[in-house]
């Protein structure tokens, strides 16, 4: 059992697991993959205090050198679900599962442009991890909608299990796909059921009668990370400690609300984690 | 007039400053005495992402470092009042008055141990700067109370104009004081007066006759800077847009609460100067 496992793995998430490292906790940082996050485009950053005209790419290497000569391992994972045990937390990251007693959110800006019936039959045929879900799905024919080449194994993986699988990648890259993978390069216009179940992906130009629809997210919407998550205007509702809605978990950064600025991500990274110590010191003390 | 004045010269100020230079603003800092920031005496600072093993000294530096290499200016005054004129605000400044449309407070954590008889006998006899209400009391015997040397100057000028001028230093280093200045070493108990103004100072040996005492503080206890500013345990009340109960007025850092952090004074900074541009388009527009 963890202390506290930290989602993300940019400024916020850096500045949280560098505090908690500080005070001694045992952590996992599950920092998904690098290459989403927005700050490696930027191309100048002139507003965060003691760096003077650097890249986004080298400000970001300068935080994972830090973390990284403080002993701070950051994890690829990338979490699917947390699930609030009462007295823990169960984090779900594809095949792996790990256990802790208090959770930082800090996934970054992810701008939920949900598809049309997404949120309608998300658990009822749409998920979010193929690896996890898609056995559900054996000998049926399923989707995958990807934002990224992450897609491109799951789809390869499930071409083994499932009767058909259809591929629409939202990126420009060429995919690599096992012969048994259907490539459409199509927009996705809505995803419908019968009102208890997936049974149909409507595409610009196709109609795919399946089972179930995959949506890999660059980032999953927070909202649908955690049950019972209060948001307000888009972002995790927090307080001035950074706590949210569900005692034990922590928010950060982009997540937690507008200005999207490094700054205030590793600020709000540092109240987050002390608060969790907080929280995690008064738990002890029980 | 200008479109800000940042009060303070710490972290939060500086980030603040940076980001109002980015946006383009007019403003001044005024940044008191650099000597008085606590920062300045961290022998190491780990958990300001981006620089590993840092002191206290060398970080302010880079951050400094990076304000003037933007063309930013730190002003060595310091502000006494603020008065809310409706439509814009008037700093005093000791010898100079400044205007400005908003205020940004960076002032620190002023811990707010007032002396027995202080909030009392504020405004009558009681004053934080010597200069500007010192010649109310021409030949008066007046005390000044000081944490620090800024204090010698004024007594030395008031020396000139009051009956007598008592100095009680809070501070180790011997006062460089002029001959009519009476130096006492002692402990102050308390300030005492006829119930409209001050008469008397309690020293831990001796009784002072005087009409006027002058504290002078490394940091103006905030809520005594401006009007009708609310508090929360001792703190500056903040949104999370770090507004404050007076509209056009912000607070960052220290100031606005626990915990005392450089990152999240600098992550404040950043949104209060946001939020103060945010303010001051809004105004614009009317």
């Known amino acids: 059992m963890l202390d506290v496992i930290v989602i993300g793995g940019g400024p916020a998430a850096l500045s949280a697991a560098l505090n908690l490292k500080i005070r001694n906790k045992s952590f996992l940082v599950l920092g998904g993959n690098e290459k989403v996050t927005g700050l490696m485009k930027a191309p100048q950053v002139d507003n965060y205090l003691g760096f003077k005209e650097i890249s986004g790419k080298d400000l970001l290497e300068s935080f994972k050198r830090h973390a990284e000569g403080m002993g701070i ?26 256990d802790a007693r208090s959770i930082i959110l800090a996934t970054g800006h992810g701008k ?14 749409i998920g979010y991890c193929a690896t996890c879900d898609g056995p559900l799905y054996k000998g049926k024919p399923i989707a995958i909608i990807s934002e990224n080449e992450e897609g491109e194994e799951e789809a390869n993986f499930l071409s083994e299990i499932c009767a058909a699988v259809y591929y629409l990648p939202a990126y420009a890259a060429q995919p690599k796909l096992k012969e048994g993978v259907k490539l459409l390069r199509e927009r996705v216009l809505s995803i419908e059921g019968d009102g208890s179940k997936v049974n149909k992906l409507v595409a610009e130009q196709s109609e795919l009668q399946v089972n179930a629809v995959f949506i890999i997210r660059n980032v ?21 400690s950074m706590g949210t809605s569900i005692p034990g978990v922590f928010a950060c950064g982009d997540c937690a609300g507008k200005p999207y600025q490094i700054a205030k991500a590793v600020g709000e990274g540092s109240v987050a984690a002390l608060s969790a110590v907080k929280y995690l010191d008064g738990k002890s003390l029980e």
Not at 223 to 234: D, N, P, V
């Open 73 to 98: 391992e950051i994890n690829q994972g990338k979490a699917y679900n947390i699930l609030d045990m009462g007295d823990y937390f169960a984090v779900n990251a594809g095949s792996e599962y790990y």
């Open 112 to 125: 939920a442009n949900y598809l049309k019936g997404e949120r309608e039959y998300l658990g009822k045929g």
């Open 220 to 240: 999953i919407p927070v909202s649908q990370l955690i049950e019972g998550l209060e948001m307000e205007e888009g972002s995790i509702r927090v307080n001035r």
